[in-house]
């Protein structure tokens, strides 16, 4: 029974919001909202929101849901693969700056000569290339 009653209750209550309400204030200030107009007081109607639109939801690869979907997917895709070029980007970082700290005797090619790094050279390379570890890699 109280089942019903509850089922008849929710099923009747969008009728129940779409009839008109009064507003109107008192000899004492007081505001009142009620669904009868009161008497011998001037009242103005409120407007009430209209009854939301319920739409079925979509079937599934239809429509925009199934292009949102392949663009996720591209978008997932281009992810991974920017995260690849960090990891590897950040593997060869780790591995000069090692080589920077454990050899001091590095060489470069100039010119088409090589050249030793001074140790100021160095120190500044070392630097530079854990500034660049700390600001891409974790």
């Not at 309400?21 to 209209?50: E, N, R």
């Not at 429509?63 to 070029?85: F, T």
């Not at 100039?110 to 120190?123: K, N």
Request: proline share 8%; charged share 25%.
């Amino acid at each position: 029974m109280r089942t019903l009653l509850l089922t008849l209750l929710i099923g009747l209550s969008p009728w129940c919001m779409a009839g008109q309400i009064y507003k109107w204030v008192d000899a004492q200030g007081v505001t009142h909202f009620d669904a009868q107009p009161p008497q011998g007081q001037p009242s103005s109607v409120m407007q009430t929101p209209a009854t939301p639109v319920v739409r079925p939801p979509a079937m599934p690869g239809s429509g925009p849901i199934g292009d949102q979907k392949s663009i996720d997917d591209s978008v997932k895709k281009q992810v991974a693969e920017q995260q690849a070029e960090l990891k590897k980007f950040c593997e060869q970082a780790r591995t000069n700056l090692a080589q920077l700290q454990n050899n001091p005797r590095l060489r470069e090619e100039v010119e088409g000569e090589m050249r030793r790094l001074s140790d100021t050279q160095r120190q500044e390379r070392i630097v530079e290339a854990q500034k660049q570890i700390a600001e891409n890699c974790q």
